[in-house]
């Protein structure tokens, strides 16, 4: 904490005296993820959260994930920096990352032998104490922005959720829903109705953090039918649509359109249910504990010579309980692309950090996914988790996978079950309370 605390005011001190602009886009950015760090390291250390061993370990992670965040943004802006090549606070996270994994192996309960296979629960109605607002650029309602009703957020009655009706409409904003905003809502009228939309970029000028349409910080969120979109297109680079640092967040009948680096899954517990995500390169990508459900992901074309490839998972290190968990879904050409990605090889992941971990699950997989299945990104193929578990189509098949050591076909369901819900996510615990319905098991 002194370290992380140490190094922010640091940052801070920095910041008036840049003169230049790339060098001030990168600390503005290692400002935001430093302060993030802080917070997740304060939630480890509040006796009053009656956290588990693995409610830390998620924070730690996220902890440590911001710090890294910081050293990609000044990578990505071409700026050194002796604090950030040289920082304890990345390798005392670490190494508190190591012990608390021995609390969680001594204590964590089984959980394999008590979830029923499916576990699909009703949406509930709202509380009595939620606020809810109606944004509609026709007049309708209370805003005609979404900006609008969350800077309405801190003088709301009630202390229950803070759900906003996004009324049909295509709403040209950068959203960001900040760490003090918990418990909010978006709620629109259907994929390709609400539609949140933005076009920046890498190559326009922005980090890929701020590059992102929809930024959410606070833990507890959750979008129903809505689409965050970002169409910067295959030639702007890195590209968010939508930015997920939220804690126990959950996502359900939305889409998520962008090319590059299309969702940004960057930190804690997250659950997708029911949603379609587009792009082209990474364009699921983060270091988050994710699972995303009964959802199709659609390959577009990417810039000429390039390949589809889908997942870029950000484990730094071995005791992180991240990953992607991709769980009865389908992966297929975007059906307004056929021509154009007709030929094109497409990835299921390359490792963006040396423990990447990626599982697909009893998913389709069309046809486009070359026969290898994975791509290498810089050596990491000993190191990695990547496993496919009962999935079919013609992508399927896994006679001509990668020879790499971090690669499993899982033929024991209970290796498999530690990546579905209740397991990876201890979604059981939280995810009742989101509304979202989900399968616990496989």
């Given at each position: 904490?002194?370290?992380?605390?140490?190094?922010?005011?640091?940052?801070?001190?920095?910041?008036?005296?840049?003169?230049?602009?790339?060098?001030?886009?990168?600390?503005?950015?290692?400002?935001?993820?430093?302060?993030?760090?802080?917070?997740?390291?304060?939630?480890?250390?509040?006796?009053?959260?009656?956290?588990?061993?693995?409610?830390?370990?998620?924070?730690?992670?996220?902890?440590?994930?911001?710090?890294?965040?910081?050293?990609?943004?000044?990578?990505?802006?071409?700026?050194?920096?002796?604090?950030?090549?040289?920082?304890?606070?990345?390798?005392?996270?670490?190494?508190?990352?190591?012990?608390?994994?021995?609390?969680?192996?001594?204590?964590?309960?089984?959980?394999?032998?008590?979830?029923?296979?499916?576990?699909?629960?009703?949406?509930?109605?709202?509380?009595?104490?939620?606020?809810?607002?109606?944004?509609?650029?026709?007049?309708?309602?209370?805003?005609?922005?979404?900006?609008?009703?969350?800077?309405?957020?801190?003088?709301?009655?009630?202390?229950?959720?803070?759900?906003?009706?996004?009324?049909?409409?295509?709403?040209?904003?950068?959203?960001?829903?900040?760490?003090?905003?918990?418990?909010?809502?978006?709620?629109?009228?259907?994929?390709?109705?609400?539609?949140?939309?933005?076009?920046?970029?890498?190559?326009?000028?922005?980090?890929?953090?701020?590059?992102?349409?929809?930024?959410?910080?606070?833990?507890?969120?959750?979008?129903?039918?809505?689409?965050?979109?970002?169409?910067?297109?295959?030639?702007?680079?890195?590209?968010?649509?939508?930015?997920?640092?939220?804690?126990?967040?959950?996502?359900?009948?939305?889409?998520?359109?962008?090319?590059?680096?299309?969702?940004?899954?960057?930190?804690?517990?997250?659950?997708?249910?029911?949603?379609?995500?587009?792009?082209?390169?990474?364009?699921?990508?983060?270091?988050?504990?994710?699972?995303?459900?009964?959802?199709?992901?659609?390959?577009?074309?990417?810039?000429?010579?390039?390949?589809?490839?889908?997942?870029?998972?950000?484990?730094?290190?071995?005791?992180?309980?991240?990953?992607?968990?991709?769980?009865?879904?389908?992966?297929?050409?975007?059906?307004?692309?056929?021509?154009?990605?007709?030929?094109?090889?497409?990835?299921?992941?390359?490792?963006?950090?040396?423990?990447?971990?990626?599982?697909?699950?009893?998913?389709?997989?069309?046809?486009?996914?070359?026969?290898?299945?994975?791509?290498?990104?810089?050596?990491?193929?000993?190191?990695?988790?990547?496993?496919?578990?009962?999935?079919?189509?013609?992508?399927?098949?896994?006679?001509?996978?990668?020879?790499?050591?971090?690669?499993?076909?899982?033929?024991?369901?209970?290796e498999a079950q530690k990546f579905c819900v209740a397991n990876f996510i201890a979604g059981l615990k939280w995810l009742p309370h989101t509304g979202v319905p989900f399968s616990a098991g496989l």
């Amino acid at each position: 904490m002194n370290e992380a605390t140490d190094a922010l005011d640091h940052i801070k001190q920095q910041q008036p005296k840049s003169s230049n602009a790339r060098e001030r886009a990168a600390l503005s950015d290692c400002s935001q993820f430093y302060d993030l760090s802080i917070t997740h390291l304060n939630q480890s250390l509040d006796p009053d959260l009656d956290s588990t061993p693995f409610d830390v370990q998620i924070w730690l992670s996220a902890a440590l994930t911001n710090l890294d965040n910081c050293k990609t943004t000044m990578s990505e802006q071409n700026v050194t920096h002796p604090l950030f090549l040289n920082n304890k606070a990345s390798q005392l996270i670490s190494s508190g990352l190591a012990i608390n994994a021995q609390l969680i192996k001594d204590s964590r309960e089984d959980l394999l032998s008590w979830f029923p296979d499916e576990d699909v629960l009703s949406l509930p109605d709202l509380a009595r104490d939620d606020t809810i607002i109606v944004v509609a650029q026709d007049g309708s309602g209370e805003f005609r922005s979404i900006k609008e009703a969350l800077d309405a957020y801190h003088t709301r009655k009630g202390n229950g959720r803070f759900v906003i009706h996004v009324k049909q409409g295509t709403y040209r904003e950068n959203v960001e829903i900040n760490r003090e905003m918990s418990n909010v809502m978006l709620a629109g009228d259907g994929i390709g109705k609400s539609i949140i939309t933005g076009d920046r970029s890498a190559r326009s000028g922005f980090s890929t953090r701020e590059s992102a349409t929809v930024k959410v910080m606070g833990d507890g969120f959750v979008a129903r039918d809505m689409t965050f979109r970002n169409t910067a297109g295959p030639d702007g680079g890195q590209a968010v649509a939508l930015l997920s640092s939220s804690d126990r967040s959950a996502y359900y009948r939305c889409a998520f359109e962008g090319y590059q680096d299309t969702l940004w899954v960057d930190v804690n517990r997250q659950f997708y249910q029911e949603c379609l995500i587009y792009g082209t390169i990474d364009f699921i990508f983060g270091n988050a504990a994710a699972v995303i459900q009964n959802s199709v992901i659609y390959g577009r074309a990417p810039r000429r010579g390039q390949s589809v490839v889908i997942t870029a998972q950000g484990r730094t290190e071995r005791n992180q309980p991240t990953g992607l968990s991709i769980i009865n879904c389908r992966f297929k050409a975007d059906p307004e692309q056929k021509q154009a990605v007709r030929g094109l090889k497409a990835y299921l992941g390359r490792p963006w950090r040396d423990y990447a971990r990626v599982v697909y699950m009893r998913s389709y997989l069309d046809g486009m996914v070359d026969p290898v299945g994975w791509m290498d990104w810089g050596q990491k193929s000993e190191t990695v988790y990547y496993a496919e578990y009962g999935n079919y189509g013609p992508g399927s098949p896994t006679k001509m996978r990668v020879r790499w050591s971090g690669f499993r076909v899982i033929k024991d369901i209970r290796e498999a079950q530690k990546f579905c819900v209740a397991n990876f996510i201890a979604g059981l615990k939280w995810l009742p309370h989101t509304g979202v319905p989900f399968s616990a098991g496989l």
